[in-house]
């Protein structure tokens, strides 16, 4: 079979390998190139080595987005992981309702971050109002803006992840440790948590990159203001390309070290991923 | 015993409760305030509608009219449907031909598929765009490409992971009986990854329809679709209509509860069993 199979590649790859091609490969293959020259339009491209990546460090604005994302991702990390894996102890005791509050939590993950970003301006824009500020007054109210959006939109999902997990512990081990008297809290810290491990590597990783990823909720919620203190990486590099002509070759350095920086987050989450489909 | 546990029963199934209004709480305001007066909104949000503040459809009308929304929701429908076709379609296709087709380029394929993944869209963004327009793709049966293009490492790793499960006696029986690989693939293979397919189709759907940067990027200032129109409504210096806002959020809301509620099953499913990326 593979021998004719393999004749058959123009209708079953090369669709796919040609839109991959456009889609990814070639923009993949001239951001690395175009990080190494001067161009505000491709074809005028200078080639200046490393400038544009002194640039991006010398230059604020850079470090400044990449401090404040990684404090956005340590704090939203942590308390979303936390705060989904208690809703998944809760809604695996088998509870009158579980069905409907699983809906419920899960429902805002599927809002887009535009629109997420703009739901939570209104409502922090109208709690602050009773202190007399605005959401943009302050770095740090658009900091945690951000921390609590980002809490509304993936603990539902994150839940989703760690109810599966407590879900394949089998009961049988659960009820001979209670035979033998171990407290409700001993079950969890002591039993749970550690067969939920894998749950909690996949859920870390997840979060961990979807907040450095974080563009679109932070372009509606602040867009930066008040003068670009609540930038993160992504809208740094968005705002270097479209903000400042002659400025496109740094964008796309910034770009390569942001591709880098998410790379580590995410490589080694795909290769247990793909251990796993392997050991199955 | 029996008695302290339905007391924490209860106590969590009240906490339970209270959370869920917590988390339903946004959208509602959101809901309310959309029948407000555009001044009335910024500065008391948690307010209900009086007779002096509420204004019945007024904002409704005027954010149609103002961003067009009919059109940007139609743009976002066709773009979204016709994209998931196209990236189930194809990738499953490549997919399974990487996986039983066993020599150094397709394994290479598939490393470059699974190494696209963690790729970010931002180092992309610029050279993506510029090629799209040399290409004349910046437009909405263009774009369907490029969600195909950028998408592909995703959708092509899953489905690769499943065909690997499937055993190869079922192919063969196929091919036996006289199937061509194409028959089989679409009479046996494809049937077989129906769970993957939904995944899959379920997974791009949300990605595609609230993508914000690439349709702005490539297509945004003649097709807009509906982030991106929300988007535009904010207007150049910051003042926005609160009004019209709070009206087309609700509509981009309504959609994606409905579609929610009616495949809720799935959609839970497939994003616990997608959850790579």
């Known amino acids: 079979m593979e021998k004719t199979l393999a004749k058959y590649f123009p209708v079953f790859v090369l669709p796919t390998l040609i839109a991959f091609m456009i889609g990814f490969v070639a923009p993949f293959i001239m951001g690395i190139g175009l990080s190494f020259t001067e161009f505000t339009t491709v074809s005028d491209a200078k080639f200046v080595f490393l400038d544009n990546y002194v640039k991006a460090f010398t230059t604020t604005g850079f470090l400044d987005a990449l401090w404040f994302t990684t404090k956005f991702a340590i704090v939203s990390v942590l308390s979303v992981n936390i705060c989904a894996f208690l809703l998944a102890l809760l809604l695996t005791r088998g509870m009158k309702g579980t069905n409907f509050f699983r809906t419920v939590f899960f429902m805002p993950n599927l809002i887009g971050g535009i629109v997420l970003g703009y739901i939570w301006q209104l409502i922090l824009n109208g709690v602050l109002a009773q202190f007399g500020v605005t959401l943009t007054y302050d770095p740090k109210y658009g900091f945690w803006g951000l921390v609590i959006l980002m809490n509304w939109q993936m603990i539902g999902y994150m839940m989703i992840i760690y109810i599966a997990g407590i879900q394949n512990i ?43 990823k974080l563009f679109d909720q932070n372009l509606a919620l602040t867009a930066g203001s ?32 942001f591709f880098i920086l998410v790379a580590m987050i995410s490589l080694p989450q795909l290769v247990t991923t793909r251990k796993r489909e392997v050991e199955e | 015993m029996q008695k302290r546990n339905k007391v924490l029963d209860t106590t969590l199934f009240i906490v339970a409760i209270l959370l869920s209004i917590a988390f339903i709480f946004p959208i509602v305001i959101v809901f309310i305030n959309s029948f407000k007066g555009r001044f009335f909104i910024s500065d008391a949000p948690f307010s209900l509608p009086t007779s002096e503040t509420f204004v019945g459809v007024t904002n409704y009308i005027e954010g149609l009219v103002k961003i067009k929304f009919l059109s940007a929701f139609g743009w976002s429908t066709f773009i979204t449907v016709f994209s998931v076709i196209a990236i189930v379609i194809c990738t499953s296709m490549t997919a399974w031909y990487i996986v039983r087709v066993k020599n150094k380029w397709t394994s290479m394929l598939y490393y470059a598929f699974a190494f696209s993944m963690i790729v970010p869209f931002q180092m992309v963004m610029f050279t993506l765009t510029k090629v799209a327009n040399t290409l004349h793709l910046d437009n909405p049966f263009g774009i369907i490409i490029i969600y195909l293009g950028f998408g592909a490492g995703l959708s092509v790793f899953m489905f690769a992971g499943f065909v690997k499960s499937i055993p190869l006696e079922i192919e063969e029986a196929a091919i036996i009986d006289g199937c061509n690989p194409i028959q089989t693939y679409f009479l ?12 899959v189709a379920i997974l791009n759907t949300m990605w595609i329809w609230n993508d914000y940067l690439l349709p702005y990027l490539l297509i945004g200032t003649e097709y807009k679709t509906v982030p991106v129109a929300i988007q535009y409504l904010k207007g150049g210096y910051g003042s926005i209509d609160m009004g019209a806002m709070m009206a087309m959020l609700v509509l981009a809301i309504v959609p994606i509860v409905i579609f929610y509620l009616s ?3 799935y959609i839970i499913k497939g994003v616990a069993s997608g959850a790579i990326k």
Do not use: H
Request: aromatic share 8%.
């Open chain 2, 188 to 199: 046996v293979v494809l049937p077989v990854m129906k769970p993957t397919v939904i995944t």
């Open chain 1, 170 to 212: 089998s009961d049988s081990v659960i009820e001979a440790a209670q035979i033998d008297g171990a407290t409700p809290f001993k079950i969890i810290t002591n039993m749970i948590v550690p067969l939920v491990m894998p749950s909690v590597t996949i859920c870390l990783f997840l979060t961990t990159s979807n907040a450095f």
């Open chain 1, 226 to 257: 008040p003068s670009d203190k609540t930038v993160m990486l992504a809208l740094d590099i968005y705002n270097t390309f479209y903000g400042r002509v002659g400025w496109e070759g740094v964008g796309q350095a910034k770009a390569v070290i």
């Open chain 2, 263 to 265: 495949c809720q099953k």
